[in-house]
């Protein structure tokens, strides 16, 4: 359980990085969106490597099911065709090669710096709420959702609310 | 065997990705995935913090709470921005970032 196999370590975040360079560079706004699927799901997949599997899980029902169907009932619903070839502005393309360049000069700058960066997993030893010494990530994110994050979870709902009512607004036929 | 510096690596190659989606895509839909991809990579290096300092022996919670409200907001902002995007496609017929350069038309 506290043991990470590099192997399916960096398989996993090669699918997600591949297919997130393939979310950038495919022509079809379909294909986008499906590859975007597929490197979302590996993302999970280190999420549940990392003991979260709560957010692994919602990760994929919320971001692979919810939010990517979405998108796809959007890019259907305009019934875009793959985009043709335009010619990229040349200051775009430089400026754009540069800042990407910089960010991850400024990576491998950061990584070599970070505190405890080259610890492996340290062994998960605590005893949660359930008392049972296995891990209960569930349970012990509800606890400290409801008894810290209390407020917060409140206006989180009054959030969806006034978007839920902003999204029926905005696609309306006419705005009076 | 793994270590923090790798996941941070992964979580900065990804959000590396989204950006250099959104600097070099023209697409405004492709422009918005790549936000969430963005997004995404906040929350892997969230999550690799909290299993590698551990809180009493237990991964520190604190930063799945925080995880699990981006994942909420930006369900919410995904459902808002679409619809703006539909809204657009509606007045203007187009998606591309370079058609639309005025507020007022």
Known sequence: MNYVSPFLFWAFTGLMLGFALAVV???????SALSLVVSFIGLAALFVQLDAFFIGSIQILVY??????????????????AEQRRRLNPFTAIGGAAVILSFIAELITVLRHVPGGNNPLPALSGRGLSGQGSIDDVREIGFTLFSHYNFPLQVVGVLILVSTIGVIILSKRELK | MVTLNDYLLASGLLFTIGFAGVLLRRNIIIIFMCLEMM????????????????????????AQVFVFFIITVAAAEVAVGLAIIVALFRSRQTTHVEDVSRLKF
């Open chain 1, 25 to 31: 560079f495919n022509r079809n706004p379909v294909a």
């Open chain 1, 64 to 81: 692979a099911g919810a939010v990517m169907v979405l998108f796809l009932f959007i890019i259907m619903l305009l019934d875009l065709k």
């Open chain 2, 39 to 62: 997004l995404n990579a906040a929350n892997l290096s969230l999550v690799a913090f909290s299993r590698f300092n551990l809180v009493n022996g237990l991964p520190n919670y604190n």
